[in-house]
């Protein structure tokens, strides 16, 4: 949601709080326009989340067998656990991003 001042017949900006914007919202456009484009974002984010958990979740497994003798506790968990992040990060950006796109293309052509 964005919020905007009123624009007053004297051409003049009238700031708006947060509380009286969502007020004129709903007088506007009624109680659903507070979610207007949530189902877009969590069609989104789930899948991403999905994969950037999954992701992290092999790299993890992966670093601990290729250096079986790093402790969890030791500095080799930070950098285990920031590559496994950042990989798992630009994995699930790649895979959502083509996704994305895939679909955006279906949708234009139906």
């Not at 999954?54 to 030791?74: L, R």
């Not at 959502?96 to 139906?110: A, D, E, F, M, Y």
Request: charged share 10%.
């Amino acid at each position: 949601m964005q919020v905007k001042g009123l624009q007053q017949s004297t051409g003049v900006l009238q700031k708006l709080s947060l509380q009286q914007a969502v007020q004129q919202v709903i007088r506007q456009e009624g109680i659903h326009a507070l979610w207007k484009g949530n189902g877009v974002t969590m069609l989104h984010r789930l899948p991403y989340s999905a994969v950037n958990f999954w992701a992290y979740e092999q790299f993890t497994q992966q670093w601990q067998q290729c250096f079986p003798s790093a402790a969890n506790h030791s500095q080799d968990a930070v950098l285990r656990r920031l590559v496994a992040g950042g990989a798992a990060g630009m994995c699930a950006c790649t895979l959502v991003g083509i996704l994305s796109n895939s679909t955006s293309l279906w949708l234009c052509h139906v």
